[in-house]
Structures are given as structure tokens and as C-alpha cells.
């Protein structure tokens, strides 16, 4: 079985920054595409950003220029720095893993984390 496990959320105010991190646990041969997800009030769940295996990025056009994901291959962890954030960023974020493998040839099976809260208020 594979956990992600995020941390790194938290109250932050208009124009600071905030550092979100998610780690994948199990056994794990290899990931395809890593990514964070948010979900606020009322709304619903959204792509934030993803990266692939080969390293390409995708963003939400509302986080272009604001917030900029990462991958550690190695430790299979996953970053989403968030820089000029706005009240309208806050929600729940999701870290996401798609087609983990836990062999070469295995199936690929896609996980979530449990969410952590990201609040932009002064």
C-alpha cells in the first residue's frame, strides 16, 4: 500500500509564501505524474500543478507566475512553493500520485493524500 503524506500548510498572509511538501511511502518502483489538487468551499476540486516523470510542468492558469512545483525522484516527493499568495488561494490541497508502480511491470495505481488546509488571510 502507498501513503502520501503532506505537509507544510497553514495560515499565511496576502503576499507571503508558503512551502507545501508531499511525500510517497510503500513500496514504490516508479511514478508517473505527481501533483497538487485544491478544493475550497462550495467548490470544486481543481487541478494547482502537476509534473511528469520527465520533468514537464503544467499549471493552472490562476498560479502562473505565483507558484512553482518540484519533484525529488530519489524520495519521491513532491513540492509546491507558493509565493504572492491571495485570500483566493485558500483551500484544502491534495497531493496527488498517478500510475505508482511497485514493479517494473506492475499495474500503475493512483493515490491521494489526506489534504492540508492553506489559509490567505491578514
Known amino acids: 500500500q502507498v501513503q502520501l503524506v503532506e505537509s507544510g500548510g497553514g495560515l499565511v498572509q496576502p503576499g507571503g509564501s508558503l512551502r507545501l511538501s508531499c511525500a510517497a511511502s510503500g513500496i514504490i518502483f516508479s511514478i508517473d505524474t505527481m501533483g497538487w489538487y485544491r478544493q475550497a468551499p462550495g467548490k470544486q476540486r481543481e487541478l494547482v500543478a502537476s509534473?511528469?516523470?520527465?520533468?514537464?510542468?503544467n499549471y493552472a492558469d490562476s498560479v502562473k507566475g505565483r507558484f512553482t512545483i518540484s519533484r525529488d525522484y530519489a524520495k519521491n516527493t513532491v513540492y509546491l512553493q507558493m509565493s504572492s499568495v491571495k485570500p483566493e488561494d485558500t483551500a484544502v490541497y491534495y497531493c496527488?500520485?498517478?500510475?505508482?508502480?511497485?514493479?517494473?511491470w506492475g499495474t500503475g495505481y493512483d493515490y491521494w493524500g489526506q489534504g492540508t488546509q492553506v489559509t490567505v488571510s491578514s
Open positions: 509534473i511528469t516523470s520527465g520533468g514537464s510542468r
Open positions: 496527488n500520485a498517478v500510475r505508482v508502480r511497485s514493479t517494473r
